[in-house]
């Protein structure tokens, strides 16, 4: 109930290319759904975040497309730099009650020049 | 210092040995976790403080791991007689409350990186 499924494993994406990363999740609960970055040596840091009364939202380059009734949302990351190779994580959170955020195992994402 | 900060930033230790490992918050913010980031997975939720409330700690992942937070501010980990399976970064995050915590905004610190040899 508490999972949240993310793919693929790790993406080589060239640079100018669109990277995309899948998450799932099971708790119909969950109603907050955000993407962390980590860069090599440091701490995630929040990129971007979508509720479920919307489908999609876009910060620059940045794209959270969200699918209810299937459970599912992902991240695109459109012109990939090389600047973007990181670890990316989704998470689901409920607002109501919940104390931590459920996160994915991340995505490993490497931007070629 | 205006981030999350965690000490120390590398430790090796042996096996059976005892660690403690230091979380130094934003100033302010009143909601604290440790997290478990082993090699290549994902961020494994640990303990969870806010404010004066008892610490959620369903994530610990047995006896040998406790944490206190004094005084509302700085967090220790504490990991006895560690073992190889312990190996891992042990992230720490705060947030401003826990209304903001429902927003998902927590700001982590770069980490400890323990080695149990």
């Given at each position: 109930?508490?999972?949240?499924?993310?793919?693929?494993?790790?993406?080589?994406?060239?640079?100018?290319?669109?990277?995309?990363?899948?998450?799932?999740?099971?708790?119909?609960?969950?109603?907050?759904?955000?993407?962390?970055?980590?860069?090599?040596?440091?701490?995630?840091?929040?990129?971007?975040?979508?509720?479920?009364?919307?489908?999609?939202?876009?910060?620059?380059?940045?794209?959270?497309?969200?699918?209810?009734?299937?459970?599912q949302f992902s991240l695109h990351i459109m012109d990939s730099q090389p600047?973007?190779?990181?670890?990316?994580?989704?998470?689901?959170?409920?607002?109501?009650?919940?104390?931590?955020?459920?996160?994915?195992?991340?995505?490993?994402?490497?931007?070629?020049? | 210092?205006?981030?999350?900060?965690?000490?120390?930033?590398?430790?090796?230790?042996?096996?059976?040995?005892?660690?403690?490992?230091?979380?130094?918050?934003?100033?302010?913010?009143?909601?604290?976790?440790?997290?478990?980031?082993?090699?290549?997975?994902?961020?494994?939720?640990?303990?969870?403080?806010?404010?004066?409330?008892?610490?959620?700690?369903?994530?610990?992942?047995?006896?040998?791991?406790?944490?206190?937070?004094?005084?509302?501010?700085?967090?220790?980990?504490?990991?006895?007689?560690?073992?190889?399976?312990?190996?891992?970064?042990?992230?720490?995050?705060?947030?401003?409350?826990?209304?903001?915590?429902?927003?998902?905004?927590?700001?982590?610190?770069?980490?400890?990186?323990?080695?149990?040899?």
């Amino acid at each position: 109930q508490q999972q949240v499924k993310q793919s693929p494993q790790s993406l080589i994406v060239q640079k100018g290319g669109i990277s995309i990363i899948n998450c799932a999740y099971e708790n119909t609960a969950f109603d907050y759904f955000p993407w962390y970055q980590q860069f090599p040596g440091k701490g995630p840091a929040l990129l971007i975040a979508i509720r479920p009364d919307v489908s999609e939202k876009k910060e620059g380059r940045f794209t959270i497309s969200f699918n209810k009734s299937a459970k599912q949302f992902s991240l695109h990351i459109m012109d990939s730099q090389p600047g973007d190779s990181a670890t990316y994580f989704c998470a689901s959170l409920i607002s109501g009650s919940a104390r931590q955020l459920t996160f994915g195992s991340g995505t490993q994402l490497t931007v070629l020049p | 210092g205006a981030g999350v900060s965690q000490s120390p930033s590398n430790k090796v230790t042996e096996k059976g040995k005892d660690v403690e490992l230091r979380c130094d918050p934003i100033s302010g913010h009143t909601a604290l976790y440790w997290y478990r980031q082993s090699l290549g997975q994902g961020l494994e939720f640990l303990i969870y403080f806010q404010g004066n409330s008892a610490p959620d700690k369903s994530g610990l992942p047995s006896d040998r791991f406790s944490a206190e937070r004094t005084g509302g501010s700085v967090s220790t980990l504490t990991i006895q007689r560690t073992q190889q399976e312990d190996s891992a970064v042990y992230l720490c995050a705060s947030s401003l409350t826990s209304g903001r915590v429902r927003t998902g905004e927590l700001f982590f610190g770069e980490g400890s990186r323990l080695t149990v040899l």
